[in-house]
């Protein structure tokens, strides 16, 4: 038996495990186990699904009511899917109950919920459209509800990349009024008013950004009685900051820009060339932005692999502090991404651990985060390697804390 010390030291180091869903273009979606034993962090595999396959893109999770929402960007074929998985919540498990063709090139999606309970799933379609889908979420089951098709008079600014329109993200607005729009090609972001009874969506104003820029996710900020809009630009590798008006009678949304900076460091130029930012996350306590880098390899780190003493090559993660002073955004601290294409990455709740996908790494790695100083960490605390191009990874819940 036990003595009471020996109990007390053994219930210290009982640890609580939280779960991850990562999806890939390799089609699948991993469930991934992270446990935490005092200092030390583990991920482990839950299992592997397929219902996403040829090439899983995004990943939308509904915690309330146990729904994972999978988008499959159909690369390999002519259309895309949509699919819809209930979650077991005693092992994490996948069941998927819904599955549909849709238009190709599904990249992000945003969930609203409407008076009733009723759920609304917008979807942004790199190639030309943003799309709505009606949810049940207590089943997950989804029906088609609207289209709008957008089209170019002429070339962006940078026709190679601006031949057409690019809408990469759907975001709800604080006030959960509006999806916002960040289109990629046009450089606009566009704006949709939803409405809270019928669900239908109507077009405001598009916003738009600096021309052949190249605007790709963006992220909003409460502070006090202000409401800003951060967005990061992935062909110009900047970050804009803008100002929120609400105009009057649902008339849509007006953006005033404050502040544009670099994503990039100044030199060494050759290295940030090729700077494509991904994603942009807003830390828990609202006093940083976070940005992902890919193709610019500032840093070497250790590779995964302990028995192998060579170094890799890795992309990193940019971190802005933000202020209410003249100058509200901070210089760009940089930190390792723990690999290559960090294509996207999510935070915990508290903002203490943030998970990383690394698209060409094929991998996913955490990192601590200094929730008083905002910095990320430079050395990963877990991995997990095989999982192809990881294109998402989303907190299924909570932190990893310890139980008390």
């Given at each position: 038996m036990l003595s009471h010390p020996t109990l007390l030291l053994a219930l210290a180091a009982t640890v609580s495990a939280t779960r991850l869903y990562v999806s890939?273009?390799?089609?699948?979606?991993?469930?991934?186990?992270?446990?935490?034993?005092?200092?030390?962090?583990?991920?482990?595999?839950?299992?592997?699904?397929?219902?996403?396959?040829p090439n899983a893109s995004w990943l939308q999770l509904d915690v309330k009511h146990q729904n994972l929402f999978c988008l499959d960007e159909g690369i390999t074929t002519e259309n895309g899917t949509l699919n819809s998985f209930k979650i077991n919540p005693k092992n994490g498990s996948l069941t998927r109950v819904n599955s549909t063709v849709i238009p190709g090139a599904p990249v992000n999606s945003a969930i609203y919920t409407g008076a009733n309970g009723t759920q609304l799933l917008a979807v942004a379609h790199y190639a030309w459209a943003l799309c709505t889908w009606t949810v049940n979420p207590a089943t997950a089951v989804f029906k088609w509800s609207q289209a709008f098709n957008f089209t170019l008079s002429k070339p962006g600014l940078k026709a190679a990349r601006q031949a057409a329109p690019h809408p990469h993200q759907v975001l709800l607005d604080p006030q959960n009024k509006y999806f916002v729009v960040p289109d990629l090609g046009a450089d606009l972001v566009r704006v949709y008013y939803i409405d809270p009874k019928t669900l239908l969506i109507s077009s405001r104003p598009n916003i738009p950004v600096l021309l052949g820029s190249g605007p790709r996710h963006g992220v909003f900020r409460v502070a006090g009685n202000r409401t800003e809009y951060y967005l990061a630009?992935?062909?110009?590798?900047?970050?804009?900051?803008?100002?929120?008006?609400?105009?009057p009678n649902n008339g849509g949304l007006h953006f005033v820009p404050f502040e544009v900076i670099q994503i990039s460091a100044p030199s060494p130029t050759n290295v940030w060339a090729g700077n494509a930012p991904a994603e942009i996350a807003l830390a828990p306590?609202?006093?940083?932005?976070?940005?992902s880098n890919r193709n610019a390899t500032i840093?070497?780190?250790?590779?995964?692999?302990?028995?192998?003493?060579?170094?890799?090559?890795s992309d990193s993660m940019a971190t802005f502090a933000l202020s209410d002073g003249k100058k509200r955004i901070g210089s760009p601290e940089?930190?390792?991404?723990?690999?290559?294409?960090?294509?996207?990455?999510?935070?915990?709740h508290d903002g203490s651990l943030a998970a990383i996908g690394l698209q060409l790494s094929g991998r996913v790695v955490i990192y601590?985060?200094?929730?008083?100083?905002?910095?990320?960490?430079?050395?990963?605390?877990?991995?997990?390697?095989?999982?192809?191009?990881?294109?998402?990874?989303?907190w299924a819940k909570g932190g990893c804390k310890e139980k008390v």
């Open positions: 890939s273009y390799a089609g699948n979606i991993t469930t991934l186990d992270l446990t935490r034993t005092n200092e030390t962090y583990k991920l482990s595999c839950i299992e592997t699904n397929s219902g996403c396959s630009a992935e062909l110009d590798s900047i970050i804009t900051g803008f100002n929120v008006e609400y105009l306590g609202g006093r940083e932005v976070i940005v840093f070497n780190i250790a590779n995964p692999d302990p028995t192998n003493s060579t170094h890799i090559p940089f930190s390792p991404a723990g690999g290559s294409f960090p294509r996207q990455f999510s935070l915990n601590k985060r200094d929730r008083t100083s905002g910095k990320l960490g430079s050395t990963p605390v877990a991995d997990f390697e095989g999982l192809g191009p990881v294109t998402s990874v989303v």
